[in-house]
């Protein structure tokens, strides 16, 4: 599955209509977020996480979608289930998303 980039005019909406999400907190400027970049897109193609839709927001730009999980650092990694925020990591490790992802199940 690919990961869908939302902005603050369809994350709200997006995070209501879908059951599982994770959302990955990015700047165009932070170069542990542009490592992580192919990781993400990894971890969404895995048959494992098949029902999790797969997430990116620019952290600077969509102010609305970062206050809704509290972001204080990045890449910041969040996780929701039917619209609500069950928990977030400030991580450029992929265990530390892993063990994020399985908050979900």
């Not at 193609?45 to 730009?61: H, L, M, P, Q, Y």
Request: hydrophobic share 40%; aromatic share 10%.
């Amino acid at each position: 599955m690919a990961v869908e980039v939302l902005t603050d005019n369809d994350f709200s909406s997006t995070i209501k209509e879908e059951d599982k999400v994770i959302v990955k907190y990015f700047a165009g400027w932070c170069g542990s977020c542009r490592l992580f970049a192919p990781k993400f897109k990894r971890l969404s193609g895995d048959e494992r996480f098949s029902d999790i839709k797969f997430v990116d927001v620019d952290a600077e730009n969509n102010p609305e979608a970062r206050k809704l999980a509290g972001v204080t650092n990045l890449p910041f990694f969040a996780v929701f289930k039917k619209g609500e925020l069950l928990g977030t990591v400030s991580t450029s490790k992929e265990e530390g998303v892993l063990e994020l992802l399985s908050q979900l199940n």
